[in-house]
């Protein structure tokens, strides 16, 4: 069973005095792969490679990443990449991307190996459905992105509750929709209550509802905020920790590894 999101930050797995989320997708390939690809086909691999992160830094939770997950689907499965394109209509691709069976079923299957093997609660992130929206209908070549609109994207908050449904059995504490615009401000201003199918499944199975910008996490409905820590901490810049419930790293690829250490005990 999942562990409470607020028992978690009343009670941190690590014993800080306040809890730490780290997300470590480009700091832990370059320290501990080296360079070599992120063996997402390999769910043990996986598994192991998180394990080796988690152990080296320590965080509250383990995040797992399911959008990057998709995102090198897309890239090795050229078949699944063109299904994308078979038809114009906005959303078909997201919705065919989701539904893709294999894909699917391997990503759950990473989920909850993940789960089993971290001992760190699992918080489950994936791209808002506006952005894994917008990144499908490029990839299909449906149109520009402006042709999305606000009104798009219930429907596609729709297909990914479908597809979250999958995840029933998987212990997820919070799931975490990331709404960092890489598109330069071209994706249409969501307001929350566009995603009630999402936070409708994320109620459902008590999980935590997160939503991620570059400045951090809002908790959805608890007024907990979670502030990304400057970039610059991490290279032992002389910066102010930010105050919050809880507070989100992401700790960039060129950090030296004696600095995030040290750094990671400040925290402590």
Not at 166 to 184: C, F, G, N, Q, T
Not at 185 to 202: E, F, K
Request: proline fraction near 9%.
């Amino acid at each position: 069973m999942a562990m409470d999101f607020a028992s978690l930050l009343s009670a941190p797995p690590s014993g800080r005095p306040t809890a730490l989320i780290i997300d470590h997708q480009h700091y832990a390939p370059a320290v501990i792969l080296q360079g070599r690809p992120v063996p997402w086909t390999d769910p043990v691999a996986f598994a192991q490679y998180t394990g080796q992160a988690q152990g080296l830094l320590g965080p509250d939770t383990t995040l797992l990443d399911l959008g990057a997950y998709y995102d090198d689907a897309l890239i090795r499965q050229e078949a699944l990449r063109a299904s994308l394109s078979s038809r114009p209509r906005t959303g078909y691709a997201l919705r065919t991307m989701l539904a893709h069976e294999p894909t699917a079923v391997a990503a759950v299957e990473l989920a909850e190996l993940v789960a089993r093997t971290t001992a760190a609660p699992l918080v489950l992130q994936i791209p808002s459905p506006m952005r894994w929206l917008a990144r499908t209908h490029e990839l299909s070549g449906a149109g520009p992105l402006t042709d999305l609109t606000a009104d798009h994207a219930e429907t596609a908050a729709m297909y990914v509750a479908d597809w979250l449904r999958r995840l029933a059995a998987a212990p997820v504490s919070m799931l975490l929709l990331d709404e960092r615009d890489p598109h330069a401000g071209l994706l249409p201003q969501i307001d929350d209550s566009a995603w009630a199918p999402v936070s409708n499944v994320s109620d459902h199975y008590r999980w935590a509802l997160g939503h991620r910008t570059g400045h951090g996490v809002r908790v959805a409905g608890s007024g907990l905020t979670g502030p990304r820590i400057p970039e610059a901490f991490w290279h032992g810049d002389g910066v102010a920790l930010p105050s919050g419930d809880f507070l989100l790293a992401d700790i960039p690829a060129d950090a030296a590894p004696e600095t995030v250490l040290a750094q990671l005990a400040k925290l402590n």
